[in-house]
């Protein structure tokens, strides 16, 4: 058993991407984005999520085009 949520969070991020029409490849870039912020945390559910944050890192993940195409749809209340 996996107690961190990080699948659950994987799968959030990757159906979040897919019903946005984004494509399988950019819905698992934003599964797996949002699978790094659970697993670099202690506890299931201590993250904040901020959409300038989450996009920048995006970019610096997966280039600046992938971030455009997210950008457009991560809707999070500013730090």
Given at each position: ?79
């Amino acid at each position: 058993m996996e107690p961190t949520g990080v699948g659950d969070a994987f799968r959030a991020g990757f159906l979040a991407a897919l019903e946005w029409g984004l494509s399988l490849e950019r819905a698992a870039q934003v599964g797996c984005l949002l699978a790094v912020y659970v697993v670099e945390r202690i506890g299931t559910q201590e993250y904040v999520l901020h959409q300038e944050a989450f996009v920048r890192r995006c970019a610096e993940t997966y280039g600046e085009q992938a971030a455009a195409e997210v950008a457009a749809h991560v809707k999070t209340p500013r730090p």
